[in-house]
């Protein structure tokens, strides 16, 4: 594994993506104490307002983010800086976007009244196509029960595409590319999720009342279709449509793709095809959730994987700060090995 530019081994390194999911956590730590209601949790008797425990993980999240450097340099000092190890210190971000996103969607529904923006996507999709897509692309080919299954089942492959994708130039030997691809996810989905927050948008299948009444219960499939519907039955995906991330991930990490290895690329480029239609089929997001989920990654991937190294620099200034208190005892520490 090639070190990092400017390694210093048993020296404290905050990461440019440490400081992006410290920053994320902080705001969402605040977001969940205005708006506490996302639910409530029984302790001994008292019904806690969600937002209140959710606020405190935020906290233990950047907590993480800003100890996982100490973690490292203390496991270097002690000769414990083993592959594995480097490797969960270097993506534990992946860990916690499923987290960030379930709680973007509940707060939506929470910030500033949770009034949803479907009526204006409902509408530009019926004037640039004359019909709901949505709606006409499942109607016309759902009796099918493979091709329910394809699309489900790719629509779950998103996660897998999306995670691994990054970890290429890792397991190539390239850290700090890895981190760089890292970073850019990361610092993407924060600007998104934040947004959910803000500007709901539930999707088609909740919008709109005929979808929202049928639900999925004629669509016959396989492993996936029944995945989904039990997935569904304990889980409410309404309010983070615009843009759609499946999209905004997908069209990243297969330009990533494309940069790391193009054996891989031409694999990802079908399944990427297909995750994108798979987004309309579903019913999940109305078409303009297409189109803007590829201009917000045409926009801000691009744009943060240049802004790779200014941020790590920002990351090094404010770790500078931070390792103040314990800065002498890791240096005694990398001395007497």
Known sequence: MAPRKGDSSGAYRLGATD???????LAFAAFSIAWPRTGTVGLHGIAVPRGYLMAAAYLGIM????????????AESAGF???AFVFLRTYYPQAFIA???????LLSAQAFGGVPHDAFFAAAD???FGFQPARQFSRALGSRAWINEIMFGVYFAYFPFMITAIWIPFFKGDREEGERQLFTVCATVAVVFTWYVFFRVEGPKYWLPDL?????DRMQGGFFVALFKRSLAKATLSGAAFPSTHVILTL????????????FFAVYLPLAVLILCSTVYIRAHWASDIFGGALAALLLAPLFYRLHERAEKLATAVGGRLSAPFGERLARAARSR
């Open 81 to 83: 800086g083993g592959r």
């Open 126 to 128: 019926k004037s640039m």
């Open 252 to 263: 990243t990490t297969l330009a990533l793709a494309y940069r790391n290895d193009r054996r």
């Open 212 to 216: 929202r009444k049928v639900w999925y």
């Open 99 to 105: 987290v960030f996103f379930t709680d973007a969607i």
């Open 63 to 74: 907590a993480l983010s800003l100890l996982s450097p100490l973690a490292e340099a203390r």
């Open 19 to 25: 400081l992006v999911v410290a920053a994320l956590s």
